[in-house]
């Protein structure tokens, strides 16, 4: 079945050492997103790709990076992380980002820092 | 600010009722609304979504309204199931972009 795939559904690092999450998608959609939940909380959108165009939340920490190398790839790369950035991040997708699609999320990556 | 509120206590009712969730929003007024389902653990999964000139759909037991006046989206689940617990956001635009904001959800507890 087509899907979208996180790996890997548990992360542990460390204080400051970074870490890369990635996230597959057999949908051929043409829009990624990257969201960050915390326990309880609602998914916040850190940025999305339509395509290979990036789009940054003004509010995203410039600690959190992203790529996408092709279609079905993306990477959420955590240069320094910090206590507070343990959470759970999930990875959708949409086919083209029009109003009103719905997203096709991941099971998440959950990630803990020690 | 613009936001978007769900009941963050527990909603707790016994097997067979219906049970009730609700999202309500501020200042935006957005041209949808969508409801997804998320198990403990789990990326959210899309059950429905009601457009603005929408009053209310329908999918199997479940049931959205969606009162532009109110700026109030009610979710229905009839004939509840234990299977039906889990945690239920709200999600909409929040300004003239595309980018869905996402409520915090409510936890829905249904007892056999």
């Known amino acids: 079945d087509a899907m979208v795939i996180q790996n890997p559904r548990y992360q542990v690092t460390q204080f400051g050492k970074p870490v890369t999450l990635s996230c597959s998608q057999t949908?051929?959609?043409?829009?990624m997103y990257w969201y960050q939940q915390k326990s309880s909380q609602a998914p916040k959108l850190l940025f999305h790709?339509?395509?290979?165009?990036?789009?940054n939340e003004a509010d995203t920490p410039d600690n959190f990076q992203s790529r996408r190398p092709n279609t079905s790839f993306c990477f959420l790369d955590i240069r320094s992380p910090g206590l507070g950035d343990a959470a759970m991040y999930l990875c959708?997708?949409?086919?083209?980002?029009?109003?009103?699609?719905?997203?096709?999320f991941g099971s998440g990556t959950q990630l803990s820092v020690l | 600010s613009q936001k978007i509120e769900q009941n963050s206590e527990a909603l707790n009712i016994q097997e067979g009722k219906t049970a009730t969730l609700t999202c309500n929003y501020t200042n935006y007024s957005p041209a949808y609304l969508q409801w997804y389902r998320q198990d403990p653990g789990r990326g959210p999964v899309f059950l429905l979504l009601?457009?603005?000139?929408?009053k209310e759909k329908r999918k199997e037991r479940l049931k959205v309204t969606f009162d532009t006046t109110l700026k109030q989206s009610l979710f229905h689940i009839t004939a509840s199931q234990p299977a039906d617990s889990a945690t239920y956001l709200c999600?909409?635009?929040?300004?003239?972009?595309?980018?869905?904001?996402f409520g915090g959800g409510t936890r829905l507890m249904v007892k056999p």
């Open positions: 959708a997708t949409s086919p083209r980002g029009a109003v009103g699609e719905k997203l096709f």
């Open positions: 949908l051929n959609h043409n829009v």
């Open positions: 999600a909409l635009k929040l300004n003239a972009g595309n980018m869905l904001t």
């Open positions: 009601i457009r603005e000139n929408e």
């Open positions: 790709y339509y395509d290979k165009d990036f789009n």
